[in-house]
């Protein structure tokens, strides 16, 4: 730097007698020297902060590594966009994980925990989720065409404006979760079983064959009870903690 700071004083004092000279010439080239040492210059700070900041930076890295999923709790996972066709979820603590988009064909999540996932447009066709904690999970605009809910928890879920033609939901829990009327209607034609978990009847989740019911099972109808205090509970205790 003091090399630098040298060359840039000779470089103006050149300056000063080449104005004084009245040349145009040696001003000129006078004036993009000192651009150019301003430009080494500024790559010599930059270096020098990265090759000081390098084992830092990596530190950090490894740390997030280890520390894993979203605000280090170690279970949120990013699979936004993703293609996880085929593969083998089945047992693990996903919550809150991220499947944005992601093309999880033929994926097996059997007993997996993804309470408050994200499925937004997922592509979850012949997807098997028996067994799986899917309470909360955001699943609207999603594709689950002949997708496995057998004994599936899903309270809370949303599931507005998702196809879910010949879905396996027997024995599944769907107690205030949000779905379309349409979808409601179509599995309530062949709904059936009771969730081993809760110990709620899948159609009577859905709220098949009764008014009164089916308006009881949607939080967002205004016809409807608000959502019970230990279902508020329930879900709070889902939330990370960023204080004590």
Do not use: H
């Amino acid at each position: 730097m003091a090399v630098l700071a040298s060359s840039t004083t000779r470089c103006r004092s050149a300056c000063r007698r080449a104005i004084t000279g009245r040349s145009r010439t040696v001003r000129v080239e006078c004036m993009v020297a000192s651009q150019q040492l301003r430009t080494a210059a500024a790559a010599f700070v930059a270096t020098a902060t990265l090759a000081l900041a390098g084992p830092a930076l990596a530190d950090l890295n490894v740390y997030e590594a280890e520390a894993g999923g979203e605000f280090g709790i170690g279970s949120a996972q990013q699979y936004g966009e993703a293609d996880v066709q085929g593969r083998d979820f089945s047992g693990q603590d996903l919550r809150r994980s991220n499947f944005t988009s992601a093309d999880c064909r033929n994926a097996n999540f059997k007993g997996a925990n993804l309470q408050g996932a994200y499925f937004i447009k997922a592509v979850t066709y012949r997807t098997n989720f028996e067994d799986a904690n899917l309470s909360d999970v955001l699943m609207d605009r999603a594709t689950m065409v002949e997708a496995n809910l057998r004994n599936a928890v899903l309270q809370r879920a949303v599931f507005t404006r998702s196809d879910l033609k010949d879905a396996v939901v027997e024995g599944a829990d769907f107690t205030n979760a949000l779905l379309d009327k349409t979808q409601v209607m179509a599995l309530c034609k062949y709904a059936d079983g009771t969730n081993p978990v809760t110990g709620i009847s899948t159609r009577k989740s859905l709220g098949c064959g009764s008014q009164r019911r089916y308006k009881a099972s949607f939080p967002s109808n205004p016809d409807g009870p608000q959502v019970a205090e230990d279902e508020k509970e329930a879900f709070r205790k889902t939330l990370p903690t960023y204080r004590e």
